[in-house]
């Protein structure tokens, strides 16, 4: 028996391989293909079935690619409408592969198609469980995704009770449990950075697995829910409804422009997307450009800030054309005209304009606040609800660009976040709706903590805050 956790730290998602005897299996692949069928190849292995646990909504799945790229069975748990090929199979229906056996247990609550796959080990004992979003390492999957027609999510609260109460916690104390993502991931609020727990740990540490009445426990999951991104609904969709080829989406939107091109493009309305670190950003960038950085959370504030079906040209690092369009695909990002032949160089060759975001030092803030400057923190409010700084307004990224009539064009701004990658961001924002007067602050909020004199408030970090509201609906 050989298991592979394949994990994607920008979209905190996990995928698994599980292979026995030439024969291999795979759990809620990514959008793109050949780390699946490389690595059955080098293991002289044949991938048999691909399973999904549920309709995604953060990520489109590479599982009807996969499938037919291997002449693999796709398989759905109970409940499981697709709109194409694949087998939906029934509660407790088991499949073989090589020595190993995987069971279907549905699990909704999640989604109504939620399913967990028990896997059994060559002597037939329950191994582990790959769970999807039904079960996180110390969370559970949030039950307001899927709201339709007559369920709230307080019914698929209640749904999610059962599933667990019914499926998982019956299991033995032993039984791995393998996660569909990680912390940083919206489909939860409460997920450990650990990827990898047992049921029994989980029985202990998990807050959604204590003892309590099916009443407390949808308060519990109901409650601090943040509105999730705007593109988890149209993920959802495609999964469910089906896509393009990723090979074709590849091609098509691998397309180099022009200066000329590019230029055109942008004059008929395309949002340009500058991929490059914030540090490379702000010496130099096509003036209008969005920066949203491929070291980070990428894919996820694209979805969080790009209308969906939003045209998109590309400004890369020179060798990351094709890595910032199959990015956007696994989002199901697919409206890309094509990228910036040359970069940044190549347009300022042409005697095109370009901007610059200015970045200081945390010692730089209090003069520069001295001269008037508001310090604008872009955390998230639970950020800041346990330390900020005193003067500082707070505007969350996500909620910027609806704010920006709320600010004062004539306003001059030190932007931070908690390292720096989100602010850089918030600062190409602002530029784009002619808010020029802004510097950017490195190291974020981690360095103005070091900072001798500077004012900060501290209050109940989120999880002290989660805490306190758990034990007293509990108690």
Request: negative net charge.
């Amino acid at each position: 028996m050989h298991i592979e956790q394949i994990y994607t730290g920008c979209l905190a998602e996990a995928a698994y391989y599980i292979e026995s005897d030439g024969e291999a299996v795979v759990i809620d692949p990514l959008r793109e293909t050949e780390p699946y069928i490389e690595l059955a190849e080098k293991r002289n292995a044949k991938i048999k079935y691909v399973f999904e646990t549920h309709f995604h909504a953060d990520f489109v799945s590479g599982h009807i690619d996969l499938a037919a790229k291997t002449g693999a069975k796709l398989i759905f748990g109970p409940k499981a409408k697709p709109n194409y090929a694949s087998y939906v199979a029934e509660d407790n229906e088991s499949f073989q592969f090589g020595k190993l056996e995987i069971k279907v247990l549905h699990t909704p609550g999640h989604t109504m198609e939620s399913t967990t796959y028990l896997l059994k080990n060559e002597e037939g004992k329950d191994h582990a469980i790959f769970t999807g979003d039904t079960l996180f390492i110390g969370d559970v999957g949030r039950p307001d995704l899927a709201v339709k027609g007559e369920l709230t999510e307080k019914e698929l609260a209640g749904i999610l009770y059962d599933s667990l109460q019914n499926k998982i916690l019956p299991l033995g104390d032993e039984v791995i449990v393998y996660p569909g993502h990680g912390a940083g991931s919206q489909c939860g609020k409460n997920m450990s950075k650990e990827t990898v727990s047992t049921v029994g740990q989980q029985r202990k540490m998990n807050y959604a697995l204590q003892a309590m009445t099916k009443e407390q426990f949808i308060e519990v999951v109901t409650d601090g829910l943040g509105a999730p991104p705007a593109y988890f609904a149209e993920n959802a969709r495609i999964n469910r409804e089906g896509y393009d080829n990723i090979d074709e989406v590849m091609k098509r939107n691998l397309n180099p422009l022009s200066v000329d091109e590019f230029e055109k493009e942008f004059n008929n309305g395309a949002l340009i997307l500058d991929t490059r670190d914030p540090d490379e950003f702000e010496k130099e960038f096509v003036k209008g450009s969005l920066n949203i950085g491929l070291s980070g959370q990428y894919a996820v504030w694209v979805g969080s800030l790009i209308p969906f079906n939003q045209k998109v040209i590309l400004v890369t690092k020179p060798g990351n054309e094709e890595e910032s369009v199959l990015r956007l695909a696994r989002v199901g990002y697919e409206k890309v005209a094509g990228y910036l032949e040359g970069g940044v160089n190549s347009w300022k060759k042409a005697g095109k304009e370009t901007d610059s975001i200015k970045s200081i030092k945390a010692a730089e803030i209090a003069g520069l606040v001295k001269d008037g400057y508001q310090v604008l923190d872009v955390r998230r409010n639970s950020e800041v609800d346990a330390e900020h700084l005193e003067e500082a307004r707070n505007i969350s990224l996500v909620d910027l660009k609806d704010k920006i009539p709320e600010i004062n064009r004539a306003d001059k701004f030190v932007v931070h976040c908690a390292g720096g990658y989100r602010s850089m961001i918030a600062a190409s924002i602002l530029k784009q709706n002619g808010i020029d007067d802004l510097v950017n602050v490195y190291g974020g909020f981690a360095d103005i903590k070091k900072e001798e004199g500077m004012k900060i408030v501290s209050g109940k970090c989120a999880t002290t805050q989660f805490n306190e509201r758990l034990e007293k609906i509990l108690n």
